[in-house]
């Protein structure tokens, strides 16, 4: 079984630019999160979408968004980029049947995003 | 304000020594606690604990969960030069409108040959 996929792996912006990151995941799994990874701040949650819609969103301004589509590929945007946005960006799954159960997440390698 | 605290942040040892990683939280709505590797860029699943006192064992790893102090620790014995990782520990919470996992900032152990 594939693991969960993120593209592209590495990501050179400039301030105030746009970039959208996209994550596959593992085939069967509904549940996709989303997290940002810094060496200042470790890894911060920023969303959770299930079936399409966002069931959870971490403490991010509205310049982060995401959604997940009906094969359950998920992609998240980040507007008017700073430099502070610079990290790596996570992405991981479960299956995440019916109501939100103990299960474990699966990451994929994550997007290195350099913000100059 | 959820909490998830792991000491030391770094730790080198030699080949062959015991390490004991710890992980201490302070969460609401308590479900289970999480331990991850992270050798590159993927962290990969190493332990999920959700009682106190029931010890899981992999290999030379091994975890265990205290639910009335808060903490868990990560033991590793026999360490080998593959062991060198961040070891990320996470809680998740139960009830509608959890924010996802709670890390701390990682243990970067070092094994030196």
């Known amino acids: 079984k594939a693991g969960v996929t993120q593209t592209p792996r590495y990501l050179i912006k400039t301030r105030g630019q746009q970039v959208t990151l996209s994550c596959s995941p593992i085939s069967g799994h509904r549940s996709v999160s989303w997290y940002q990874q810094t060496p200042g701040q470790g890894l911060q949650f920023l969303f959770e979408?299930?079936?399409?819609?966002?069931?959870n969103k971490g403490n991010f301004p509205g310049r982060f968004s995401g959604r997940q589509f009906s094969n359950s590929r998920s992609e998240m945007n980040v507007s008017t980029l700073e430099l502070g946005d610079s990290a790596l960006y996570l992405c991981?799954?479960?299956?995440?049947?019916?109501?939100?159960?103990?299960?474990?997440?699966?990451f994929g390698s994550g997007t290195q995003l350099s913000v100059l | 304000e959820d909490k998830v605290v792991q000491s030391p942040l770094s730790l080198v040892v030699h080949e062959g020594d015991t390490v004991t990683l710890n992980c201490s939280y302070e969460?609401?709505?308590?479900?289970?606690l999480l331990w991850y590797k992270q050798e590159k860029k993927a962290p990969t699943f190493l332990f999920m604990l959700?009682?106190?006192?029931i010890e899981k064992k992999s290999g030379r790893l091994s975890s265990i969960l205290d639910k009335k102090e808060l903490f868990s620790i990560l033991n590793i014995t026999a360490t080998q030069t593959g062991d060198s990782a961040i070891y990320l520990c996470?809680?998740?919470?139960?009830?509608?409108?959890?924010?996802?996992?709670?890390f701390g900032k990682g243990t970067h152990l070092i094994i030196q040959p």
């Open positions: 969460v609401t709505n308590f479900r289970s």
């Open positions: 959700t009682s106190s006192g």
């Open positions: 979408y299930f079936s399409e819609t966002q069931r």
């Open positions: 991981a799954s479960r299956p995440g049947q019916g109501a939100r159960s103990n299960e474990k997440l699966f």
């Open positions: 996470a809680v998740d919470r139960s009830g509608g409108g959890a924010d996802g996992l709670t």
